[in-house]
Antibody
Framework: QLQLQESGPGLVKPSETLSLTCTVS??????????WGWIRQPPGKGLEWIGN???????SYNPSLKSRVTMSVDTSKNQFSLKLSSVTAADTAVYYC?????????????WGQGTLVTVSS | QSALTQPASVSGSPGQSITISCTGT?????????VSWYQQHPGKAPKLMIS???TRPSGVSNRFSGSKSGNTASLTISGLQAEDEADYYC??????????FGGGTKLTVL
């Protein structure tokens, strides 16, 4: 059974870079038909799609975050990662990693449990 | 990209049926059969309930069904149960190869 687990700092200072890693178990990150992505949810608010990445390196990002987002895959570790630069308090949220089928077109099907990242000095 | 439009809240009594709408444009909901629905209980990760407009993943109750007409997708829950009380979100693929979520709907079981 596929499992995804987010990891990374729970507290990031304003203007710094948020870095998270998602470890995939029970399946290969190198599956050609899947994309691996990130979704976030500010406290008390709705879901926001951040973007996704294919094991080949192909990416797609939310236009509103594109200038600050970088996603990558490490196939040797079966992990993928998110970097969000120049963070502000507005980036405080629970960050979920997820797998999407349909070559990325299908909505996220499998989700991690989420990790809260707070942006504060 | 603009979020898909969902009603902020819906409610129903046990045993009744409710429908949640999700309205987009021809660039997302209306243009692709890649609409998904998620259920989220407080403090939990979202759970996929419907994919590809109307496909139920294995293990999801057949009380949940999805459909689409034009730029609007719908999630129907029949035979409402107390455990259905949760937040529901729709999502859609878009012409710019991104994914957009709806604002979410809070379902209250009276």
């Amino acid at each position: 059974q596929l499992q995804l687990q987010e990891s990374g700092p729970g507290l990031v200072k304003p203007s710094e870079t948020l870095s998270l890693t998602c470890t995939v178990s029970g399946g290969s990150i190198s599956s050609s038909s899947y994309y691996w992505g990130w979704i976030r949810q500010p406290p008390g608010k709705g879901l926001e799609w951040i973007g996704n990445v294919h094991y080949s390196g192909s990416t797609s990002y939310n236009p509103s975050l594109k200038s600050r987002v970088t996603m990558s895959v490490d196939t040797s570790k079966n992990q993928f990662s998110l970097k969000l630069s120049s963070v502000t308090a507005a980036d405080t949220a629970v960050y979920y990693c997820a797998r999407s089928g349909g070559y990325g077109a299908a909505g996220p099907g499998d989700w991690g449990q989420g990790t809260l990242v707070t942006v504060s000095s | 990209q603009s979020a898909l439009t969902q009603p902020a809240s819906v409610s129903g009594s046990p045993g009744q049926s409710i429908t949640i709408s999700c309205t987009g444009t021809s660039s997302d909901v209306g243009g692709y059969n890649y609409v998904s629905w998620y259920q989220q209980h407080p403090g939990k990760a979202p759970k996929l309930m419907i994919s590809d407009v109307s496909t139920r993943p294995s293990g999801v109750s057949n009380r949940f069904s999805g459909s689409k007409s034009g730029n609007t997708a719908s999630l129907t829950i029949s035979g409402l149960q107390a455990e259905d009380e949760a937040d529901y979100y729709c999502s859609s693929y878009t012409t710019t190869t991104t994914v957009v979520f709806g604002g979410g709907t809070k379902l209250t079981v009276l």
